[in-house]
């Protein structure tokens, strides 16, 4: 019903940006929650940051002053603008949306993309 397709995703030097857009197409008017979680190697999944549809955000520890969750209702699309990259931040990046309806609450997630970042 939701498809989520992330762009942005190379290779960076430490200390440099790299901005991850996500696209949401379908039935994308009940999407209460997009956000973008991250999965290291070796490693479980972890949210990186949310936004709400009603502009709340949230960020993970790790993240906070650092990167920044953007979100365009009109368009669907939600962005996270990376700066001060770590070697720590290397991972698959995968956004999500959760949506609810009245007819139940689903979880979307697109394919990822790489985020590697280089000492």
């Known amino acids: 019903q939701v498809q989520l397709v992330e762009s942005g995703g190379g290779l960076v030097q430490a200390g440099g940006s790299l901005r991850l857009s996500c696209a949401a197409s379908?039935?994308?008017?009940?999407?209460?929650?997009l956000g973008w979680y991250r999965q290291a190697p070796g490693k479980q999944r972890e949210l990186v940051a949310t936004a709400s549809i009603g502009g709340n955000t949230n960020y993970a520890d790790s993240v906070k002053g650092r990167f920044t969750i953007s979100r365009d209702n009109a368009k669907n699309t939600v962005d996270l603008q990376m700066n001060s990259l770590k070697p720590e931040d290397t991972a698959v990046y995968y956004c999500n949306a959760y949506l609810q309806s009245t007819w139940g609450s689903y979880d979307y997630w697109g394919q990822g993309t790489q985020v590697t970042v280089s000492s």
């Open positions: 379908g039935s994308t008017f009940n999407i209460d929650i």
